[in-house]
């Protein structure tokens, strides 16, 4: 079983319009998806339309539409009750698929919540084989609450792996201790990777766009050495990298990325964790989170991908040296 972690769920409305946006007018909107958002919901979702076993834990009041879009999709989850609100994110998408975004402030909870929900990612953790801690953190939230948490896994679930997909001042805080928790994955935008390691803004991201992979890779090696299992760094969609004590891994795709009613990142992470259930292979496990990042998904299902729709033929991975 994969156990996910949303501590900032937010409802996710996307909005597709027939043009062009014209700011000061109105704008038809041609269809709408909302899904219950969040990074470990998100994945959670994906996951379970795609049959995989799965559980999620979040904040959230028991009377709202959040809740209620989880209990209508037959999420498994479990929350701890909080005043809310829950915030919005909406999504503009025009017709060339060009995107404008629109973000409420995370949801707020206060210290003694947040102590109730790392007490019940350990409880949940008895029966799951991974744990995922991602997305953004509450601003009363201390940077290091994912290190807290891993540390309380470590300690009562030390067979339960954990993947981290972090950014800003939760991932520095994670990557600072790594030798208290060392994660077994860390997946981790490159932009994300210069700041936590300190480099100049593009200095990783660049050389890669140039086809060199160098700075990252040495980038991405300093971090295995700490303790890390894999590393896993994406640079935009069609592209990522995974790298190991043993091997780096360049995964593409080909062609055009489908429409999808959650973030790519989160099926990216879906799909990786998916196939890690499976087969203990990097080369395969990558190849999966890239095709599940870019499929196409089903409008009867708020365009999240399923297993039937990847397209493996256009995945392409080889190795870097």
């Known amino acids: 079983m994969i156990l996910t972690v949303t501590v900032s769920p937010y ?4 909005n597709e319009v027939s ?14 998806s909302t899904v219950a ?9 994906t996951l379970f339309y795609g049959g995989v076993e799965t559980f999620t834990v979040f904040p959230a009041p028991e009377i709202s539409h959040y809740l209620r879009l989880v209990t209508l999709a037959g999420l498994p989850h ?9 915030p919005m994110h909406l999504t503009m ?41 991602g997305g953004n953190l509450p601003a009363i939230a201390p940077a290091a609450w994912y290190v ?6 470590r300690l009562y679930h030390p067979d339960v792996k954990v993947a981290i997909a972090a950014t800003g001042a939760a991932l520095r805080a994670v990557v600072r201790q790594l030798a208290a ?21 593009g200095s990783l991201r660049d050389p890669w766009a140039h086809g060199d992979h160098a700075p990252l890779l040495n980038a991405a090696k300093s971090l295995v050495k700490k303790g890390i299992r894999q590393v896993i760094i994406t640079n935009k969609r069609t592209e990522a990298i995974l790298v190991s004590e043993d091997e780096a891994l360049l995964c593409t795709y080909t062609q055009a990325s489908g429409k999808q009613g959650v973030n790519w990142r989160e099926s990216f992470t879906a799909g ?44 392409e991975i080889r190795a870097l040296t």
Not at 37 to 45: D, I, K, M, Y
Not at 181 to 200: C, K, M, N, W, Y
């Open 181 to 201: 928790t060392a994660p077994d994955t860390l997946i981790i935008p490159s932009e994300e990777l210069e700041l936590s390691g300190g480099h100049t803004p």
């Open 272 to 315: 990786f964790l998916s196939s890690n259930l499976e087969v203990d292979d990097s080369a395969v496990n990558l190849a999966r989170a890239v095709a599940y990042a870019n499929a196409e998904g089903s409008e009867w299902d708020n365009f999240i991908p399923t297993p039937d729709r990847l397209q493996p033929q256009f995945v």
């Open 148 to 153: 807290d948490v891993v540390r309380s896994l």
């Open 37 to 45: 958002g969040g990074f470990g919901t998100g994945v959670a979702a």
């Open 78 to 86: 479990e929350i701890i009750p909080v005043p809310g609100p829950i």
């Open 11 to 14: 409802l996710l409305s996307t």
């Open 19 to 32: 043009g062009d946006i014209n700011i000061g007018e109105a704008n038809p909107i041609t269809q709408v």
């Open 93 to 133: 998408r025009d017709s060339t698929g060009h995107e404008t975004r629109f973000k409420h402030s995370p949801m707020p909870l206060d210290i003694s919540q947040l102590a109730i929900l790392r007490d019940l990612v350990v409880r949940r953790a008895e029966d799951a084989t991974w744990v995922l801690l």
